[in-house]
DNA sequence: GCAATGACTTGGT
DNA sequence: CACCAAGCCATTG
């Protein structure tokens, strides 16, 4: 019969895992990516969600002005998370764009 | 079944 | 650069 399409947190999940070591990808591309453009804050609800030792890239996502969008511990955890990644940050905490899926 | 929620985005000031 | 308003829509309770 015919197959049920994946849930919309499957598909994220699938495009989180496909994102390089050492780049980094925003809501919206995922959406994008997951055939969901207009789904950019239930991507990030599915973050949210997402267990604490889950195996995901889930720290290689930020917003669209190249931020992380977590605040206090989280923040940190994720600062931490892709500076060992080898990700790059300006003076005022952007992220230096090597962007996965970014629209050209 | 319906209102509230939100790790977003864009555009304006 | 910082902040605010409106649009967006699946998931939650």
Redesign the pocket.
């Known amino acids: 019969m015919e197959d049920c399409e994946p849930?919309?947190?499957i598909r994220v999940y699938t495009v989180i895992a496909s994102i390089p070591e050492g780049k980094v990808t925003?809501?919206?591309?995922?959406?994008r990516l997951a055939g969901?453009?207009?789904?950019?804050?239930?991507?990030?609800?599915?973050?949210?969600?997402?267990p604490?030792d889950?195996k995901l890239p889930?720290?290689r996502?930020?917003?669209?002005?190249g931020?992380?969008?977590?605040?206090g511990p989280?923040y940190i955890r994720?600062k931490k998370a892709l500076l060992a990644d080898g990700v790059l940050f300006?003076?005022?905490?952007?992220i230096n764009f090597k962007i996965y899926g970014w629209p050209d």
């Open positions: 849930s919309l947190p925003t809501y919206g591309t995922i959406a969901a453009p207009r789904n950019s804050r239930q991507v990030g609800t599915i973050l949210q969600r997402l604490k889950s889930w720290f996502v930020v917003n669209s002005q931020k992380i969008s977590l605040t989280d994720q300006t003076r005022s905490d952007r």
